[in-house]
């Protein structure tokens, strides 16, 4: 029998931090440091909730350090027009040095893993798995049914058409890393207090890069990348469920299978995808 | 002259980032920098430890050097090393040879034609059907983790079947090793003729020349006629394969098994080592040297600290950051001054 409250927190952190990068991705940002936002999120969240034993500062400090690097990367990227690709993999090597410094030397020494206070569950639900599934048909109507989601897919399709119809491509391009940031901090949050209760090193995994990953496989649309974060959460629990149940399938292989699935749909849409035009390309204001 | 000027400020730019970061971390700076110097080139130990370490991310660095000269972001050397080391392990377990120089040779050959074959794929899904290579790198890295760790738990599982890696493998397969107590193999010395070549290849061939006027302005390859997703296939075909060989060096040199950690973030070292070294190969040789005798030396921090690789991963986080403002601000005065003249 499928647990589904599991399969739904199971897929909460990539849908959160996934949702998040649909609007980065629209406005024509690829953010490969969305893995360094979680992962610094993570350890933020875990080390003030244990400091202060107030679980809901801790996910509010772990949002924050996530808008940080976002601004940090939006700086290099949007304003000096540096690589995305190189920005965003200097921000998952400064959180991944940072968080495994700071973890070992506070926590590290006594051997054992630290808790922290976790985020309150009513009936199996918290609060970041409700605000996640809420934001998908929010960001399915800021995207499709007003102006501003128009001008912030115009920043990703054709800026020079957005710069020459007075939106400011910057401007759009930074709240859209903002928004995600804060949304990869609050997904980097659940992992550690919210479903973990505790932090390690490397806690995310490589889950900021599904999160990316899913959102090509949602074909850049909120209700798709639902579909698919779910699928994955749907896959990692059954997983546990097979190690209780003893099944004897190649369960590795079947972890494979989301990203080959993604992959398989990217060959066979190939140059129709929907994607952002210019998506990954600096741009460069004529003035 | 200008060269050597601009290799000597990178490094005193390089060291000040480290006393920076050092400082930041609150360790302190000189007792650091000579822990780290002790552990880096102290002794045969430090610089065997130095080389073994340096050798693997010289080559996914040369890989990424390849590959973005082309014009195509490489994020994959990750699962191209796995993918060889995969081929490698595949090759060990049931090529039919006795163990021995050929075998030995055969697993060498077996771990670049995976991460070629892997790499060769990924460039097919771009020039062909026009997947990302950033998105389509990204999900053949977890394939790879997957893939590899079904196999080290299925069919390539040592003979016990109790821990998920390969079978240890005999010493006849390995890389020699002249003196036995240190981490040195002859494998290294692999890694530095891969960067003479590339860089003979890059510089002073013809086919190198069209990857770089590729790689810096797609429009006058197209104009001039050339194939362009020919010469893109080949780059990535190198690429990979030198991240197969990184994976050899690994596993041939050091592990002598393979499991599904056993790359060590060294396909993703390979970018900011590229960076640093000014995506040339004489340059990533240098840096490679570098933050593989920070790797070895970080060990020794431990004095102080229990977590050395930290600090390296934040140094080079800080270098990279470092090197994209400065190119900016680089590439900005030189438009002034065409828009001046």
Not at chain 1, 110 to 122: D, Q, T
Not at chain 2, 28 to 49: C, E, T, V
Not at chain 2, 57 to 76: D, E, F, K, M, P
Not at chain 2, 317 to 340: E, M, W, Y
């Amino acid at each position: 029998m499928t647990d589904w409250i599991a399969v739904w927190l199971f897929s909460t952190p990539i849908l959160c931090a996934a949702i998040g990068d649909v609007l980065v991705q629209r406005s024509g940002i690829l953010n490969i440091g969305l893995e360094g936002q979680m992962l610094l999120g993570a350890f933020t969240a875990f080390a003030v909730s244990s400091a202060t034993g107030n679980p809901w500062l801790g996910l509010l400090c772990g949002a924050g350090s996530g808008l940080l690097l976002a601004l940090i990367v939006g700086k290099l990227v949007i304003d000096l027009l540096a690589d995305q690709v190189v920005v965003g993999m200097a921000m998952i090597f400064l959180s991944l040095g940072v968080t495994a410094y700071l973890y070992q030397n506070q926590f590290g020494m006594i051997g054992s893993s630290v808790g922290a206070p976790v985020l309150p569950k009513l009936g199996g639900i918290d609060f970041v798995m409700a605000m996640s599934v809420l934001l998908v048909p929010a960001f399915g109507l800021l995207l499709y049914k007003t102006k501003w989601g128009l001008c912030l897919r115009a920043c990703g399709e054709y800026p020079e058409a957005a710069e020459s119809a007075r939106v400011s491509v910057r401007k759009f391009r930074f709240v859209a890393l903002a928004i995600g940031g804060i949304l990869a901090g609050i997904a980097g949050a659940e992992l550690s207090i919210g479903i973990a209760g505790s932090f390690s090193e490397n806690m995310t995994q490589g889950r900021g890069y599904v999160a990316i990953a899913m959102v090509t496989f949602g074909r850049w649309k909120p209700q798709w990348v639902l579909a698919s974060c779910l699928l994955i959460g749907w896959l990692e629990s059954i997983q546990f469920l097979a190690q209780s149940q003893g099944w004897e399938i190649p369960f590795r292989l079947l972890l494979a299978m989301p990203y080959a699935a993604a992959l398989l749909v990217l060959i066979i849409v190939g140059r129709g995808a929907a994607g952002p035009e210019v998506l990954g390309k600096p741009f460069r204001k004529n003035t | 002259m200008k060269q050597a000027l601009r290799v000597g400020a990178g490094l005193v730019t390089l060291i000040c980032v480290i006393a920076a970061v050092l400082f930041a971390f609150r360790l302190p700076i000189s007792d650091s920098f000579s822990l780290l110097f002790q552990g880096a080139f102290g002794g045969k130990f430090g610089i065997a430890r130095t080389l073994a370490i340096g050798g693997p991310i010289l080559l996914t660095g040369l890989a990424v050097v390849v590959a973005w000269r082309a014009g195509l972001y490489n994020i994959g050397g990750e699962g191209q090393m796995l993918m060889g080391g995969m081929f490698a392990a595949a090759a060990y377990a049931f090529v039919p040879i006795s163990p021995g120089l050929v075998l030995q040779i055969t697993m060498v050959l077996a771990a670049i034609l995976g991460g070629s074959f892997y790499a060769g794929f990924a460039s097919w899904l771009w020039v062909s059907r026009g997947v990302p290579l950033v998105i389509s790198t990204i999900l053949l890295n977890f394939i790879a983790v997957h893939l590899l760790g079904w196999a080290v738990t299925g069919p390539l599982q040592e003979p016990n079947l109790q821990l998920p890696q390969t079978a240890s493998l005999p010493d006849s397969v390995m890389f020699l090793r002249p003196d036995r107590q240190t981490d040195f193999h002859f494998g290294i010395l692999l890694s530095a003729v891969a960067c003479v070549a590339v860089s003979i290849w890059l510089f002073r061939t013809y086919e190198g020349f069209r990857v770089r006027v590729i790689g810096s302005n797609e429009g006058v390859a197209r104009a001039s006629g050339w194939n362009v997703a020919r010469s893109q296939h080949i780059a990535m075909l190198i690429s990979g394969g030198l991240c197969g060989l990184a994976a050899s060096l690994n596993y041939q040199g050091i592990t002598g098994t393979v499991d599904a950690g056993f790359s060590q973030n060294w396909g993703f070292l390979g970018i900011p080592v590229a960076l640093v070294g000014l995506l040339n190969p004489l340059g990533t040789a240098g840096s490679a040297l570098l933050f593989g005798a920070l790797f070895a030396g970080s060990d020794q921090l431990s004095r102080f600290t229990p977590s050395g690789a930290a600090i390296v991963y934040v140094v080079q986080a800080v270098a990279v950051i470092l090197f994209v403002v400065v190119k900016s601000v680089n590439d900005r005065r030189q438009l002034v001054g065409v828009s001046n003249d």
